[in-house]
């Protein structure tokens, strides 16, 4: 039985040995927030690449929601997304990378698999204009058993105080057009977009939140103005 209220839950640092739960929950979660399963031959990869090395590389904040079945729901990020870049880009893919050769480019029936093991070959990460305001990212997932409970807001509130703590004057994210659950949750959360968004694109919308100076106000996330 899962605990119907979010009493019985838990948000607490994540953990090396949380990996596997961060894993599955990026892959029930991968698709524009539902099951990405029948989209990869591989179910580590996506989580490999979007969860599993905030638990491992430098300048990263990571904290998980538990209940009694185990760890449900994470939220994780960095403080710094250019120094974690950096990481990524020299510790962390090359030893995933290991595990598997490097597609050929040219294969005619490419597949999900190939594209992400193709990325750790060949990490490359963008610098866009919003690094100096909003430095830092974060993703956040929760399984269907934690959803619509409030628990996002109050992984969202750990985070967000975690960051504000570090220093950090704003983050950033990237969420599917098409999860309009997702977005609902961060425009009340007080994100904006910080770039013009085509609605009949499939593709990714970039929010942003400032947040506040540790001195002035440390409790409170809304968009400075
Ligand atoms: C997107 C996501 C993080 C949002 O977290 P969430 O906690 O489910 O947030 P939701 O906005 O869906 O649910 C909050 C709702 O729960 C309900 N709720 C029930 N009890 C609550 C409580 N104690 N406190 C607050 N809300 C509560 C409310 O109806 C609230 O809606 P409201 O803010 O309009 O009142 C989560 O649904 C998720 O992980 N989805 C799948 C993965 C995903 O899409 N991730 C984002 C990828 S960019």
């Known amino acids: 039985m899962h605990p119907s209220s979010s009493e019985a839950l838990r948000i607490r640092p994540g953990q090396p040995g949380d990996e596997a739960a961060l894993l599955q929950i990026c892959l029930l979660t991968g698709d524009g927030g539902g099951d990405a399963t029948p989209l990869f031959e591989d179910p580590d990869l996506i989580g490999l690449w979007y969860a599993a090395p905030y638990l491992h590389l430098p300048s990263t904040l990571a904290f998980v ?4 079945a185990g760890v449900a729901g994470y939220i994780v990020g ?6 974690y870049h950096q990481a990524f880009v020299r510790e962390w893919a090359p030893r995933i990378a290991r595990r598997f050769p490097d597609p050929p480019d040219d294969r005619p029936s490419r597949t999900q698999d190939d594209d992400y093991r193709r990325r750790f070959h060949h990490p490359e ?50 969420v599917g057009a098409s999860n309009h659950r997702a977005r609902r949750f961060y425009r009340r959360y007080g994100f904006t977009e910080l770039e013009p968004v085509d609605e009949t694109t499939s ?15 440390p409790a409170r996330h809304a968009p400075l103005s």
């Open 78 to 83: 960095a403080i710094d997304s250019r120094l």
């Open 125 to 174: 990460f963008d610098d866009p204009p919003w690094f100096e305001s909003h430095p830092s990212h974060l993703h956040i997932d929760l399984l269907p058993r934690l959803q619509g409970r409030g628990i996002g807001r109050r992984l969202m509130d750990t985070f967000l105080d975690a960051l504000t703590s570090a220093g950090s004057g704003g983050v950033h994210l990237g």
């Open 65 to 68: 929601a538990e209940d009694e």
């Open 203 to 217: 593709g990714s919308v970039s929010l942003g939140l400032c947040l506040p100076r540790p001195s002035t106000s």
